[in-house]
């Protein structure tokens, strides 16, 4: 990367007052001794002397030496877990005061107190939560003894949970006094920084840009990439719903056509060649061709004795002939009665039936 020439400026060293150098001093030695205490704890061994027990002449294992075991072994008794945030606070408030450089002599006290405070109920109360929700370290309480004294006040009175609300909530105000930043501030960073991560994973999880204009996209159509054109993902939806339109299209016009070769069934009109004549879809039929042109078939000529194509009624001629067999049974007479014998005594009585003789119809006299 090119650099632009700049002139060499010339840096001059300010001398500092007598106040702030020995507040410099200060901070240094401080930040120097916060590193040596979080040596200590880190290299804790409880079998080095210390003030909570004594060793047998045996080498002793903490980097701080014997001064370095016998300052963890308090801090852990007092504090328990939370010691290991000591050094912490400590580096935090030497930055802290180094980059507030104070140009007039006004020292806002009431300012101070609320920090101390602040720092006060961050501690207490992370020693309460320790104690009740973490386990112990070694043979020392989780919150050493101020996390034990909490617990031991809070859990009969709020029970577990309830105990640990209420710590939370004195937690989040020692916060707000000691730093002066507002949860809402707070909150809208932690979206902020979330919104921020789910939208990078979005962008490199997805393929295309959807959330661009149609103007963007012709842009894009314009460029070509190692002289391949991409096709876009809009591009791909829509040619897409086209194809399935015209699947939809041909399915609804001829359902069958697809699983059938016969003409009947697949919309196809076939010649004696089994050449294609007509199509279902898209090509003109014959007008010759009855099936499918939509024309009438050709009529028949007419027939004066056919009922179906003349118009008239059929029950004329049965009622002619039923009309002539009336007439021809007058002329029939009836004949002699046989003679019927008895019944016998005791048996049952037979109805004799008539009988007709029929004589033929006489012919026409001259």
């Not at 992370?126 to 370290?137: E, F, M, Q, R, W």
């Not at 209420?166 to 932690?190: P, Q, R, Y």
């Not at 007439?327 to 016998?344: E, G, K």
Request: net charge negative; hydrophobic share 45%.
């Amino acid at each position: 990367m090119s650099q632009e020439y700049t002139e060499d400026k010339d840096v001059t060293l300010t001398k500092l007052s007598s106040g702030r150098r020995l507040l410099e001093a200060l901070l240094i030695l401080i930040a120097l001794f916060a590193v040596w205490l979080m040596a200590a704890l880190l290299s804790f061994n409880p079998s080095d002397p210390s003030w909570s027990q004594t060793a047998w002449h045996e080498p002793i294992h903490n980097l701080g030496g014997a001064p370095g075991a016998w300052l963890a072994d308090t801090l852990f008794f007092i504090f328990g877990v939370m010691a290991y945030t000591i050094p912490v606070i400590i580096v935090g408030g030497c930055w802290f005061a180094w980059r507030h450089q104070s140009t007039d002599d006004y020292i806002d006290y009431f300012a101070v107190s609320l920090r101390l405070i602040g720092v006060l109920a961050l501690i207490l109360t992370s020693c309460g939560l320790a104690a009740i929700n973490a386990d112990d370290i070694w043979y020392f309480a989780s919150g050493g003894v101020i996390g034990s004294l909490l617990s031991t006040t809070l859990q009969p009175l709020l029970h577990s949970s309830g105990g640990t609300i209420m710590l939370l909530c004195i937690w989040a105000a020692g916060l707000t006094l000691f730093t002066g930043w507002s949860w809402v501030s707070i909150a809208e960073k932690l979206g902020g920084w979330l919104l921020n991560i789910l939208t990078f994973a979005s962008n490199r999880t997805r393929r295309d840009d959807t959330w661009v204009d149609d103007e963007e996209y012709d842009d894009e159509y314009d460029e070509e990439t190692d002289g391949v054109q991409r096709e876009s993902r809009r591009a791909r939806i829509l040619r897409g719903a086209l194809a399935r339109r015209k699947r939809l299209a041909e399915k609804f016009s001829n359902p069958r056509g697809r699983q059938t070769d016969a003409a009947l069934f697949s919309g196809k009109r076939m010649d004696d060649d089994e050449d294609i004549q007509y199509s279902a879809r898209g090509v003109a039929a014959d007008p010759d061709d009855v099936l499918f042109s939509g024309n009438r078939a050709t009529q028949p000529e007419y027939d004066e004795y056919d009922p179906l194509l003349n118009g008239h009624s059929v029950t004329e001629p049965v009622a002619a002939a039923a009309a002539a067999t009336a007439v021809t049974q007058t002329w029939a007479a009836s004949a002699d009665p046989i003679m019927q014998t008895p019944p016998m005594p005791g048996a049952e009585p037979v109805v004799a039936q008539p009988t007709v003789e029929w004589q033929p119809v006489p012919g026409p006299q001259t």
